[in-house]
């Protein structure tokens, strides 16, 4: 099957409204749209490490508006789209670590939820918008622990505070979009749900990727909660094309309205152990992990997506593969330590996986 390619001729000159632009996934993505002529507005709390992708990015300079303030004020929230005009919303803005809920809970309800809530209660009064993406997790299922993949009918659920906030979420945009989506007119609204999404420029506490290049370069052991645990493992860029082609769907098209699994091929739904194998491998001597004895808090063991649905109507179909992801994450740390343009750099990889 020919895979469908974000299209740049669309994006040119169209007004994007993102909250949760100085996250991770955030900042590729600001990255990507700016390339094609977009003119960006975004909402969101200040970075939370330092370093941080919306820093060493310089991914402020890419906006026309950067609102850093609080998802869940819903004034604030409803007044910045308003003033903006937006025609495309990307809700990204969440509290994104299991670990964290279980310290946090209320935060990240809150934030997960409500913070949903706000974002959409936004777009029902500003009329430009046309097409909007609420962007959750794989995590939102009710896990079963079965070998195979869950499909975007498959009940919500979620044993953390995180993932059940995500199934939260879900619920959420399913009810915002029967009561007040469904008329001729108004947004296209669809929710847009992701694997383990790895790359170069995550600094997050408590992430595998992260924590593992954290310990490398210190040249100390990496330390492994649950080595067993199975992901659908993805580079970041897979599920942000999956996320610009839903949009530009949407646009035009209310029957793309509704809930899409964007994850791996089933190849690169891997084990913990095989992923950071293969990081060491790339990253060469010294790096060395072990498995943490300590008990740890709940996390599913087994996790995969079915993406038949993104396949057949979007003909969405990832690209690379997790050793190229892989690669392109070493790569992407190398440059950096280098003291590159990571701006640049990292527009360099779009561009490869663009021509890929």
């Not at 044993?159 to 059940?164: K, L, M, T």
């Not at 595998?208 to 080595?227: K, V, Y």
Request: glycine residues 8%.
């Amino acid at each position: 099957m020919n895979s469908t390619k974000v299209n740049p001729d669309f994006w040119s000159g169209k007004k994007v409204f993102i909250t949760g632009h100085t996250g991770f996934k955030g900042g590729w993505l600001s990255i990507w749209l700016h390339s094609m002529g977009v003119e960006l507005f975004g909402y969101s709390l200040e970075p939370r490490t330092s370093p941080n992708f919306f820093d060493v990015g310089q991914i402020k300079s890419l906006y026309k508006k950067s609102f850093i303030s609080d998802i869940c004020d819903l004034k604030l929230l409803k007044n910045s789209i308003e003033e903006c005009g937006p025609d495309i919303l990307i809700h990204m803005a969440a509290q994104p670590l299991v670990r964290y809920s279980y310290i946090n809970p209320v935060d990240t309800y809150a934030t997960n939820v409500m913070g949903t809530v706000n974002a959409l209660e936004s777009v029902r009064h500003v009329n430009s918008i046309k097409s909007v993406v609420i962007v959750t997790t794989d995590k939102c299922y009710e896990n079963r622990e079965w070998e195979w993949g869950y499909r975007e009918n498959e009940p919500m659920g979620g044993f953390d505070p995180y993932s059940n906030s995500k199934g939260c979420a879900e619920l959420v945009t399913s009810a915002f979009r029967s009561s007040y989506f469904s008329i001729a007119g108004s947004a296209s609204v669809a929710s847009a749900r992701a694997g383990n999404v790895i790359g170069g420029g995550d600094w997050s506490e408590d992430r595998l990727i992260p924590d593992a290049i954290r310990a490398f370069e210190g040249s100390n052991t990496l330390m492994i909660r649950n080595p067993l645990a199975t992901r659908p493992w993805q580079h970041v860029l897979e599920p942000l094309s999956g996320y610009l082609i839903l949009a530009e769907k949407l646009f035009n098209n209310n029957n793309f309205a509704g809930a899409w699994n964007f994850g791996p091929n089933d190849t690169d739904a891997r084990s913990v152990a095989e992923v950071i194998d293969l990081l060491i491998k790339q990253w060469g001597t010294g790096a060395k992990w072990l498995k943490e004895g300590a008990e740890q808090p709940h996390e599913a063991h087994l996790l995969k997506l079915d993406c038949s649905k993104a396949r057949q109507h979007l003909s969405w179909v990832p690209k690379w593969n997790l050793e190229m992801a892989v690669e392109k994450i070493v790569s992407w740390q190398r440059a950096f330590v280098a003291k590159q343009n990571m701006q640049l750099f990292s527009l360099s990889q779009i561009n490869q996986y663009m021509e890929s």
